[in-house]
């Protein structure tokens, strides 16, 4: 059963549904989960799956940094503006967060040359707080149609394949 558990509350959601008897599986960002009450090794020890990314991050920089390339990040740019963020609000943003090379449309995505700087500016861009791109259902579903049926078969070797192959084997009872 998918529950929102809104970041901090989600270990504790987690650990009473495992006390109440049910199997369970925490998938979460990694970027706090130090300061989770339970903590991940008490859940654990309790029986639940914790899946969490490496790195520490949350989930849109787990996607942005497993991407394979420009053209990726052009596709994850354009599930944005499929999502209805406007071409010229993905430009501003982008453009805030690039020092040097800025981009005159996001066609230019595609091919810009620094793709490191490229996808720091575009996760900074999706998750700022008054640009959150994903943060809806809908729109996060356009970002997991633009992942599923372009890209993730291209980056099994990455985290965010082998967190979702693992949450994938946990669901249908391979645990």
Known sequence: MPVD?????APKRASDLREHGYD??????????????????TLAAAGIKV???????????????????????????KAAKEGGISEQSILNALNDGLDTEKLADIGKI??????????QAIYKASTSENKAWFKTVSRGETLGDFVFSTVFE????????????MLEGWALGRR
Do not use: M
């Open 5 to 9: 558990g809104g970041g901090s509350s």
């Open 24 to 41: 369970v599986c925490l998938f979460a960002d990694s970027d706090t989960c130090a300061e989770w009450n339970p903590s991940e090794t």
């Open 51 to 77: 899946v969490i990314w490496d790195d520490k991050c949350c989930s849109e920089k787990r996607i942005i940094d497993d991407l394979p390339g420009a053209q990726a990040l052009f596709g994850f740019v």
């Open 110 to 119: 595609a091919t810009y040359s620094d793709l490191s700087a490229l996808k």
């Open 154 to 165: 291209q980056i099994e070797n990455s985290d965010f394949h082998r967190k979702l192959k």
